[in-house]
């Protein structure tokens, strides 16, 4: 087929002589995988028959389809793992179902795992029957990518294979429906319930009802959770029947969803109630009485006392609740100041016989009774007889949050057990997570401290302060945990009482659970201690022993190292194409130098995808680099400009990514960011010109290269243990006072005694405040110097941020943020913005560092409304400020522009629906992650699924690694790295635990 080629010839003639061969093989137009499969077994090494799989992938579908096929059948396995990788590019060939079908029954696991995958690339209804054949493969393996391909298609909107899939999925009789509903594997059948939630289809619902009688309880849940997307009717009527339920956490999870979609005082959902009432399983019976208060007393006075009369006691006694509850709302009991003849003890048992007797004539005749209750009970909690304290305590806890009642909150400190065990049930109703840190951090008190990290483990939702009598928790389908709530679980492993240390430990199981980022060297220290304290029980030394074992193996760094690394590669490419980019002569027209090495047809298919040129642009540049001819001026122009913005967005995205590795502390990181530093210790000479521009580029480059470099030089110290500043000497002594300032910056961070360094870095900062090129270096030293106590840079900082754009100054707001923990720095800030309308955009990210850090705002001139047509930004930030504030009305608007507005707008709300830490958007910040909208809104709302806590943030960065551009990834460490940034010092050091948890 072509010239022979020695096992030891050089790269460029292997690649050549592979070349050659995929094209004889191309060329043809029949027997092209008896010709791959010839190609192959002549190659005269293993090294060249790999690259000639390699190579076939810039070859046709077709072409390349017969090579894998002949890879897979030639028996070598990593030749058939290579060709396997190719696999998602052979979508467009003829053959591409049979080669797939074949790989599918390879006998290497990973080539089958990665024929799976590639499944989702066809159109072809044949696909569905391939992926249902993997659905009920014995190899475990090969059923879970079948599994993650079937979710995939169902979550995708305009998938090729949806509406195949979908019609499979609705006939019962069908092989992909008996396939799941059959399957043996109750890992598959849970997974594929929980993938259906996100098909946004009701034709999926058979699936559902087939899986809603599934023999596995934790699949009956997800199917639960899957039917809480659907707004059908066809849906409530598979929940109905799902009352039936053997499993009360299922059929609670149904009465909760129901609530949600019927209303919870609507008619229908009370005869959904009426049917949890009469079902064999208590707990659900307990969990429906609960939901009765939620209707007219009127209404559901029979029910009421019907259930008063349940055998199990529990019921009786909410029943019993409700009743005496509606009757003292009604007014016709009372305990007020004009009660007259009664004692505050003598009409609270007359509460009590009220509930127990119901709300008859007898009793509601009886004399005396009026007044308000409420305060009735409240003074006899506090100043009656131990009895009757605790028989008001008990009321009490029924009616009003025990963050709202002083009479319950005394009782947590009363110096009787008795009464403090009572009044601490109320704990695990409360919405003031606020009161539960304090009680556990605080009080002396085991029992409470147990019952307060119980309480915030389950991470109510809900807003503070909310009407009396209305404790029942709304019910979310968002999965995640607390980043909030992180600090005072770590500081309560230190606990005086074995059985908190234990719940703690628990409670930071779930952030491993759910692959949140935390700084593992501070965790795995903490747990060390109390796997050794032999003073401890087994159980909890071992179980923190295991904990350790988990977080090592966790790799929470991972997709944030891989993504760094894919940036250090992508660099490099682009400095060596920028390179052998130059001038011919003095004004003369740009070449490609041919000595550079370039692959003529690897830099027209990389052109074209990362830089924006055209077709017909990145072939003429192939065509220059081979014939050393002049380059168009335009081609030149679009591509010059292409690899400057790209190089700074790699580097953007090794500079936050050295950050984020210093914060998550893991070791193992080390030879990764001295690669990092390496890799930007030089960079490419650009040869352009002398035009303004080419000299702005000239001088913009090598800044940001030695702001990476110095990030990563930085970082390695931190991981080290005892970092050493003077590593970056040199940096801060550079003649360039840009590169100094960002160099000094990083030092501060590292010094013990700053005070020199900030000496130097604030008079730089006074020097070039007014500099436009020195906005981004200027704006993170003026942070760093107002957290040095330095208040006279908060005037800079409020200039920059004034000028800075998007990214810049949610940056630099989400530091000022973290600053002002510090009630020195937020005393600076309070000053700075007192007596001014904070109605601009500098003053409102004050204000949003400010009240983000849990500081009170009284005093300070906030715009209850902006002008109409203010800016997009100046909005976002004013309502983000207002949902800090916990005004709702604001909160919603962010997330409906979020869910709708134009692109400039979806992408301010998501930044400052963030920094405002509304958690009910984490469902929003989800479904736009994965939508078809540009790749930063994408990557951003991924970011900020991490600073939420849920489950899918750090899985989107992951699944999303190897399927993105250089450009995507590139962006994609940025926002990695940025979320990490955030969460990490807001895991340790945040104060208001109820800022934005609860809007």
């Given at each position: 087929m072509a010239k022979e080629v020695s096992a030891r010839a050089s790269q460029q003639q292997i690649r050549r002589y592979c070349h050659q061969i995929v094209d004889k093989v191309a060329g043809l137009t029949e027997g092209r995988l008896w010709a791959a499969e010839q190609a192959l077994q002549q190659a005269p090494s293993d090294a060249i028959r790999q690259t000639l799989v390699e190579t076939s992938a810039s070859a046709p579908d077709e072409t390349t389809a017969a090579f894998v096929s002949a890879a897979v059948r030639g028996g070598n396995v990593q030749l058939a793992r290579a060709a396997a990788d190719l696999l998602l590019d052979i979508k467009d060939a003829a053959s591409a179902r049979a080669v797939i079908s074949e790989c599918l029954r390879a006998d290497d696991l990973s080539v089958r795992h990665r024929a799976v995958e590639a499944l989702e690339t066809l159109d072809d209804p044949a696909a569905v029957d391939l992926l249902t054949e993997a659905l009920g493969s014995e190899d475990d393996g090969v059923r879970r990518a079948a599994t993650s391909t079937v979710g995939l298609v169902m979550g995708s909107k305009y998938h090729p294979l949806k509406e195949m899939m979908l019609e499979r999925v609705e006939d019962c009789e069908s092989d992909l429906h008996r396939t799941i509903v059959g399957s043996e594997d109750v890992g598959l059948r849970r997974e594929l319930a929980q993938g259906l939630g996100f098909a946004d289809s009701e034709r999926v619902l058979p699936l559902l009802g087939a899986l809603s009688k599934d023999s596995d309880e934790q699949t009956r849940r997800e199917v639960v959770f899957a039917l809480s997307a659907q707004r059908s009717d066809a849906a409530l009527d598979v929940l109905e029947d799902m009352l039936e339920d053997s499993d009360d956490v299922v059929v609670g999870a149904v009465l909760d969803v129901l609530a949600t979609h019927l209303g919870r005082d609507s008619r229908q959902m009370l005869g959904s109630i009426q049917k949890a009432l009469h079902n064999p399983l208590r707990q659900v019976r307990r969990q429906a009485v609960l939901m009765l208060d939620q209707f007219n007393p009127s209404e559901v006075k029979e029910i009421v006392a019907e259930a008063a009369r349940d055998k199990d006691f529990e019921v009786q006694r909410s029943a019993l609740t409700l009743l005496r509850r509606h009757y003292a709302e009604s007014g016709a009991v009372g305990l007020g100041e004009g009660s007259g003849e009664y004692s505050p003890e003598e009409q609270m048992l007359m509460i009590w016989q009220a509930g127990e007797f119901g709300m008859d004539a007898r009793v509601a005749a009886a004399p005396g009774v009026g007044g308000d209750a409420m305060s009735g009970l409240e003074r006899v909690a506090l100043t009656g007889s131990l009895s009757a304290r605790m028989h008001a305590i008990g009321e009490l806890q029924q009616l009003r949050d025990i963050a709202d009642s002083p009479a319950l909150q005394r009782a947590l400190q009363d110096p009787d057990d008795s009464v403090r065990s009572r009044a601490a049930a109320g704990l695990g109703y409360t919405r003031d997570a606020g009161l539960l840190t304090k009680i556990l951090s605080e009080h002396p008190d085991f029992l409470l401290r147990r019952r307060a990290v119980e309480a915030l483990m389950q991470n109510p939702a809900g807003p503070k302060g909310e009407e009396p009598g209305r404790r029942g928790l709304s019910f979310t389908s968002t999965r995640s945990v607390s980043m909030e709530l992180f600090s005072y679980f770590l500081a309560a492993l230190e606990d005086r009482d074995e059985s908190v240390r234990q719940l703690a430990c628990n409670a930071l199981g779930r952030y491993v659970e759910f692959r949140s980022p935390m700084p593992v060297p501070t965790v795995v220290h903490r747990l060390g201690l109390l796997s050794e304290d032999e003073s401890l029980s087994s159980l909890v030394r071992e179980g923190a022993a295991e904990l350790v074992e988990e977080l090592e193996e966790a790799a929470f760094m991972e997709p944030l190292v891989k993504l760094a690394d894919a940036a250090v590669e992508w660099r490099g490419r682009l400095a060596r194409e920028a390179h052998a980019l130059r001038r011919e002569g003095e004004g003369g027209g740009f070449i490609l130098d041919g000595r550079s090495g370039l692959d003529p047809e690897n830099l027209a298919q990389g052109w074209q995808k990362d830089l924006g040129l055209t077709a017909a642009q990145s072939q003429a540049a192939s065509a220059a680099l081979r014939s050393g001819e002049v380059l168009p001026d335009e081609v030149a122009q679009v591509a010059a400009r292409g690899m400057v913005r790209c190089l700074v967005a790699a580097l953007n995205g090794l500079y936050h990514a050295a950050h984020?590795?210093?914060?998550?502390?893991?070791?193992?990181?080390?030879?990764?960011?001295?690669?990092?530093?390496?890799?930007?210790?030089?960079?490419?000479?650009?040869?352009?010109?002398?035009?303004?521009?080419?000299?702005?580029?000239?001088?913009?480059?090598?800044?940001?290269?030695?702001?990476?470099?110095?990030?990563?030089?930085?970082?390695?110290?931190?991981?080290?243990?005892?970092?050493?500043?003077?590593?970056?000497?040199?940096?801060?002594?550079?003649e360039d006072e840009w590169i100094r300032t960002v160099a000094l910056t990083e030092r501060a961070g590292m010094e013990e005694d700053a005070g020199g360094i900030l000496r130097d870095l604030a008079a730089l900062c006074r020097t070039h405040a007014e500099e436009p090129d020195f906005i981004e270096p200027v704006g993170r030293a003026a942070v760093t110097l107002v957290e040095g106590g330095q208040a006279e840079f908060i005037p800079v900082a409020h200039s920059i941020l004034e000028q800075a754009q998007t990214d810049l100054r949610l940056e630099l707001t989400q530091r000022l943020l973290v600053a002002a923990q510090e009630e020195s720095v937020a005393g600076m800030l309070h000053g700075y913005l007192s007596g001014k309308p904070v109605r601009r955009m500098g003053l409102l990210c004050l204000a949003l560092a400010f009240r983000g850090a849990g500081n009170d705002v009284g005093g300070l001139e906030l715009p209850e409304a902006l002008p109409e047509g203010a800016e997009v930004e100046l909005l976002c930030a004013h309502r983000a400020l207002g949902a800090m504030l916990e005004d709702e009305r604001a909160a919603e608007a962010l997330k409906e522009s979020l869910r709708g507005g134009q692109e400039r707008e979806r992408y301010c709300a998501a930044g400052y629906l963030g920094m405002a830490r509304v958690q009910s958007a984490a469902p929003v910040f989800a479904s736009i992650s994965d939508r078809d909208v540009p790749w930063s809104l994408r990557s951003l709302c991924g970011g900020m699924l991490v600073r939420c806590g849920h489950r899918q943030g750090m899985s989107w960065f992951a699944k999303n690694i190897g399927h993105s551009t250089n450009a995507q990834e590139a962006r994609m460490a940025v926002d990695l790295s940025r979320a990490v940034e955030d969460v990490i010092p807001l895991m340790l050091e945040c104060k208001d635990v109820n800022l934005g948890r609860f809007v």
């Open positions: 984020a590795v210093a914060l998550l502390g893991d070791k193992r990181c080390l030879p990764s960011l001295q690669k990092w530093a390496r890799a930007v210790s030089s960079g490419p000479v650009l040869e352009w010109g002398e035009e303004e521009t080419f000299g702005a580029w000239r001088t913009m480059l090598p800044r940001l290269r030695a702001r990476a470099s110095v990030a990563a030089v930085a970082a390695a110290e931190v991981l080290k243990g005892s970092p050493d500043p003077s590593v970056l000497d040199a940096s801060c002594a550079h």
